[in-house]
């Protein structure tokens, strides 16, 4: 569900062949996005997840240790360990481990991948200084195998939350969209489309909700990703509008769980529960028995 702003520079980042820079409030579908242009493009979507400490080993490429050093024995006991001979086998890409990085700008690729970069503003920031190369020129150079450039380069996003700002050096090589939240038509729409077995009703009640929440001066407030994992609740406890009903207790809550969960276990009975006796649940005990009398006789009456 994007709107003209939105398409027209995801149009300019595939003909220009530039990164696109998504900046937004957590939950209003930045990573949704890159999902749906792989899905649109029928390409691969490879994913990289930000953190704190991430660095090349996980990002680009790692070489794998364990069997190159059980090669190297097989070539000793072969008695066929030559220094530069082994040199080469050991460090060619049978020994590779691609990271994400290094699979979306692989040469071999016979179509473009679209590579999510996803919360870049929680890396550190020489890994942004790591990605300059990369998002410049589509290329990473490895000292082993010399450099690697993509034969056709992929669609790259990035995704910021902005809990930190990220360098202009990045910025310059990318495109750029802030993704708002939804205005109430636009995200009645998307819940429609992505829970459509929720009533109308419940679909407008829960984005009108959301909306008016958004207003409210909150340290969070919900995203379009909260709103959809609410109507999707909601409709697994099979409710078609939002009430301010609330359950009294904890004993009627568990009651109106239990009533949900047996409509639809009802058509197929557990054959082994017949054999099982019946557990008491916590709350039962909580609110249906009573304390015992002990008795106050003296000792001496013993």
């Given at each position: 569900?994007?709107?003209?702003?939105?398409?027209?520079?995801?149009?300019?980042?595939?003909?220009?062949?530039?990164?696109?820079?998504?900046e937004?409030?957590?939950g209003?579908?930045?990573?949704?996005?890159?999902?749906?242009?792989?899905?649109a493009?029928?390409?691969?979507?490879?994913?990289?997840?930000?953190?704190?400490?991430?660095?090349v080993?996980?990002?680009?490429y790692?070489?794998?240790?364990?069997?190159?050093?059980?090669?190297?024995?097989?070539?000793?006991?072969?008695?066929?360990?030559?220094?530069?001979?082994?040199r080469?086998?050991?460090?060619?890409?049978?020994?590779?481990?691609?990271?994400?990085?290094?699979?979306?700008?692989?040469?071999?690729?016979?179509?473009?991948?679209?590579?999510?970069?996803?919360e870049i503003?929680?890396?550190?920031?020489?890994?942004?200084?790591?990605?300059?190369?990369?998002?410049?020129?589509?290329q990473?150079?490895?000292?082993?195998?010399?450099t690697v450039?993509?034969?056709?380069?992929?669609?790259?996003?990035?995704?910021?939350?902005?809990?930190?700002?990220?360098?202009?050096?990045?910025?310059?090589?990318?495109?750029?969209?802030?993704?708002?939240?939804?205005?109430?038509?636009?995200?009645?729409?998307?819940?429609?489309?992505?829970?459509?077995?929720?009533?109308?009703?419940?679909?407008?009640?829960?984005?009108?909700?959301?909306?008016?929440?958004?207003?409210?001066?909150?340290?969070?407030?919900?995203?379009?990703?909260?709103?959809?994992?609410?109507?999707?609740?909601?409709?697994?406890?099979?409710?078609?509008?939002?009430?301010?009903?609330?359950?009294?207790d904890?004993?009627?809550?568990?009651?109106?769980?239990?009533?949900?969960?047996?409509?639809?276990?009802?058509?197929?009975?557990?054959?082994?529960?017949?054999?099982?006796?019946?557990?008491?649940?916590?709350?039962?005990?909580?609110?249906?028995t009573?304390p015992?009398?002990?008795?106050?006789?003296?000792?001496?009456?013993?």
């Amino acid at each position: 569900m994007a709107d003209t702003g939105l398409a027209v520079s995801v149009f300019l980042a595939l003909r220009l062949k530039r990164p696109l820079f998504v900046e937004g409030e957590a939950g209003v579908g930045k990573t949704a996005l890159a999902a749906a242009m792989a899905a649109a493009l029928g390409t691969d979507l490879i994913r990289l997840q930000c953190y704190e400490g991430l660095d090349v080993t996980h990002a680009l490429y790692e070489w794998d240790y364990a069997r190159q050093l059980l090669e190297l024995r097989i070539l000793d006991a072969a008695h066929a360990l030559d220094r530069e001979g082994a040199r080469r086998q050991l460090y060619s890409e049978a020994f590779l481990i691609k990271r994400p990085l290094l699979r979306a700008i692989d040469p071999s690729r016979t179509r473009p991948a679209v590579l999510l970069i996803d919360e870049i503003d929680r890396a550190d920031e020489e890994f942004e200084g790591f990605l300059l190369e990369l998002l410049a020129e589509f290329q990473v150079t490895i000292p082993e195998l010399g450099t690697v450039k993509a034969a056709e380069p992929p669609l790259v996003i990035l995704t910021s939350n902005r809990t930190r700002e990220v360098h202009d050096a990045l910025k310059r090589r990318c495109l750029y969209q802030w993704i708002d939240y939804p205005s109430f038509e636009k995200e009645l729409a998307i819940i429609r489309e992505r829970v459509p077995q929720a009533s109308a009703q419940l679909a407008e009640r829960v984005t009108a909700m959301a909306q008016e929440l958004r207003t409210a001066d909150l340290y969070k407030v919900p995203g379009v990703s909260e709103t959809i994992d609410w109507v999707t609740a909601l409709v697994a406890l099979d409710h078609q509008t939002l009430d301010a009903g609330v359950p009294q207790d904890a004993a009627e809550g568990q009651q109106i769980v239990e009533e949900a969960h047996g409509r639809r276990a009802m058509a197929r009975p557990s054959s082994s529960a017949a054999r099982r006796p019946r557990r008491a649940s916590r709350s039962s005990f909580a609110f249906s028995t009573t304390p015992s009398v002990r008795s106050t006789a003296p000792a001496s009456s013993v």
